[in-house]
């Protein structure tokens, strides 16, 4: 099944009390998050990561853009292509986005915002609100059942990682 992953980063790669900074000065985005994140697509099988952060309006050739891409790479992770849209309405990018790709089976969406995702039932079954990806909980009372299986491999690898910690 072809599976896509909306990403958001700041809030989901990241929170407020994220130490490390970007080329440009930014708050930066933690290893260990995305070290989550590559391990739950790999348990997943595959995935098409979509950038719907706001990162996405960086300059490809910018310090900040290579800094995210190099992060990712670093866990084997790559973007598979971004959304458009502008300030609130990120729902409705990724709606544009699912039009254009009609391959995309299923998916999920990591945002630590709700935005516009409730005005779409189909977007708000699949929200995962994060404070960091490790903790990451259903948006809707209903959320559909990849998302569910989705959320399960996030607590299972932040757990793992608690523990490999706090040996
Ligand atoms: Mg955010």
């Known amino acids: 099944m072809r599976f896509a992953v909306f990403l ?16 440009e000065g930014h708050t930066g985005i933690d290893d260990a998050r995305v070290d989550i994140l590559a391990k739950v697509i790999k348990k997943y099988g595959s995935a098409d990561i979509v950038l719907t952060s706001d990162w996405k309006d960086l300059r490809p050739g910018s310090d900040d853009f290579s800094y995210l891409v190099s992060k990712l790479e670093k866990q084997g992770l790559k973007l598979a292509g971004k959304t458009t849209d502008h300030w609130h309405d990120r729902g409705e990018g990724i709606r544009n986005y699912l039009e254009l790709h009609p391959e995309i089976e299923d998916f999920v969406i990591l945002d630590d915002n709700k935005f516009d995702f409730q005005d779409y039932q189909e977007l708000w079954e699949r929200l995962l609100i994060t404070y960091g990806i490790e903790r990451a909980r259903f948006a809707s009372q209903t959320p559909q059942v990849e998302t569910i299986i989705f959320l ?13 910690r706090s040996v």
Do not use: C, M, W
């Not at 958001?8 to 080329?23: A, C, F, H, Q």
């Not at 491999?153 to 490999?164: C, D, G, L, P």
């Open 8 to 23: 958001d980063i700041d809030g989901v790669l990241n929170t407020r009390t994220t130490v490390e900074s970007t080329p």
């Open 152 to 164: 399960d491999y996030i607590k299972a690898f932040s757990a793992h990682q608690r523990t490999v």
